[in-house]
């Protein structure tokens, strides 16, 4: 699986463009979007799950997009609260998420003073 095909997993439902995507996917430091995406390391699932925060980001920037909408039957009025929701779930996990790629050192405590 691709970095671009592991985005659009995590962003289902959003249609990007494959460009629009390569950009996000630049930003968070992933350099060809094409290379396999290696589901064991940290690394790549921080970068996929930042890129994500973006793309969601950007939607909740766009104001058209914060209207209820009807559709047949169905009301959606509290799409503004559900992305920001999704945005806060997506920023604790990327917040709890291992920086190294070792996964043996599952702690999430740190040294604050060294003597």
Do not use: C, H, W
């Not at 350099?31 to 970068?47: A, C, F, I």
């Amino acid at each position: 699986m691709k970095f671009t095909e592991r985005l659009q997993l995590e962003t289902q439902g959003i249609t990007l463009s494959p460009v629009e995507l390569s950009i996000y996917l630049a930003e968070e430091g992933v350099t060809n979007p094409e290379l396999d995406y290696d589901p064991s390391s940290n690394t790549s699932k921080r970068q996929i799950y930042s890129a994500a925060l973006s793309i969601l980001n950007s939607i909740a920037n766009n104001p058209s997009m914060m209207k209820s909408y009807k559709s047949d039957d169905i009301t959606i009025t509290d799409f503004a609260d559900s992305i920001q929701n999704r945005i806060n779930q997506l920023e604790r996990k990327i917040r709890m998420m291992s920086v190294t790629e070792d996964s043996s050192s599952n702690s999430s405590t740190f040294m604050l003073f060294n003597s």
